[in-house]
């Protein structure tokens, strides 16, 4: 893999320096209680912090900062878990969160329709029986509980559930939502047949209120307005996206964050690849951008093993949804870093050679300083 430019920041992890947020031994509410996405937090009118990372049952930590958060088990969303693609609303997990005001939020959810689990396709087919879709979700109570949106789909493939059969496909992992100029964007993993290249979907809106204002970057601009193709057969090459930098960016994003002293974006992936020796190192990985558009990087963070990488058997203790996050942030949304901030990750404990539900949040201090 070709490397990029250096970084325009250096970001370092102080070592020895951890605090878990969740421990699934002490915390979880049921065995499958698990951190299953990156790090989403908002503060709500009280200035409570409502931090969301967990599995299609989602239950947040709450507290009055980041050392003080609790697991109620209540939960504050569920999908339907329906077996029909056509509905989206399938297997669905809050995958990012903003809060203009700490008493509406707004969600995106990761929706999962998986055809192995509806008959559709054999147990051994799951992988390509999987069709993803991105949907909207709202809170009117500060976060304590969330319905979907009155308009539910937010991006999907032109192309209906069977007609991407052979692998997993669709609009995945949405980082969270960052406020810019005139709107909010976000970036999601698209994975799709040809026309559409796979890569960081970048897209923007500017009404989180309604589902169907987002737009994908493409040819230039913001163009690609997204449509249900369940509701008409639709023409894949009408509705693309560009995927961003993918030199710099050549994984998954898992978070942006804007640091404040520079202005410079900053995104989160985890990656294996070789360095300058030729060899290979996987963990948390960085890029930055002035724009979002054009990317520096990628260079290494945090070297670890990573969740999904071993063969046959799982790493010890391997890592995964790695997300940056600035606990003193002035930013509702945390969507802001200083130069102090911090990296959040699950960190597993295997079951035999399988990562099992056994996964904590793990915080780690990050210090961030100019080239």
């Not at 493409?218 to 030199?247: K, M, V, W």
Request: charged share 25%.
């Amino acid at each position: 893999m070709a490397a990029g430019k250096p970084p325009a920041l250096s970001l370092s992890v102080r070592p020895g320096e951890e605090r878990l947020l969740f421990d699934h031994g002490r915390d979880a509410c049921e065995t499958w209680d698990i951190p299953d996405t990156p790090s989403r937090a908002f503060r709500d009118a009280a200035g409570t912090i409502h931090l969301f990372q967990s599995h299609h049952r989602a239950r947040p930590l709450r507290g009055p900062d980041f050392a003080s958060l609790s697991h109620p088990c209540a939960v504050a969303f569920e999908g339907g878990g329906r077996d029909d693609p056509a509905s989206f609303d399938n297997r669905s997990w809050i995958a990012s969160t903003f809060s203009p005001d700490g008493r509406t939020v707004h969600a995106i959810v990761h929706d999962e329709y998986r055809g192995h689990l509806a008959g559709v396709c054999g147990p051994d087919e799951a992988e390509a029986c999987w069709y993803n879709t991105l949907t909207a979700a709202v809170s009117t109570d500060g976060g304590a509980s969330f319905r979907a949106a009155e308009t539910r789909l937010v991006a999907a493939l032109p192309r209906r559930a069977a007609e991407t059969r052979g692998g997993h496909a669709g609009l995945f992992e949405p980082t969270n939502i960052v406020a810019v100029q005139g709107g909010f964007a976000m970036m999601a993993n698209v994975v799709a047949p040809p026309p559409q290249r796979s890569g960081n979907c970048l897209l923007r809106t500017d009404d989180l209120a309604d589902a169907s204002r987002w737009r994908a970057w493409s040819q230039g601009a913001f163009r690609t307005r997204f449509a249900d193709p369940y509701a008409r057969e639709l023409d894949p090459g009408a509705h693309l996206c560009d995927p961003i930098d993918p030199a710099s960016l050549p994984w998954p994003v898992t978070s942006l964050t804007r640091h404040r002293a520079s202005g410079q974006w900053i995104a989160t992936m985890k990656g294996r690849r070789a360095d300058a020796a030729g060899v290979e190192r996987t963990g948390v990985y960085y890029a930055t951008s002035p724009d979002l558009l054009q990317w520096r990087g990628p260079a290494l963070l945090l070297e670890a093993p990573l969740m999904g990488s071993g063969t046959p058997c799982a790493p010890e203790r391997p890592i995964g949804y790695p997300a940056l996050i600035d606990p003193a942030s002035p930013d509702r949304n945390f969507a802001e870093v200083g130069d102090h901030p911090a990296l959040t990750f699950v960190r597993a404990r295997l079951d035999g050679c399988e990562i099992g539900p056994d996964r904590d949040i793990v915080m780690v201090p990050v210090e961030i300083g100019e080239r």
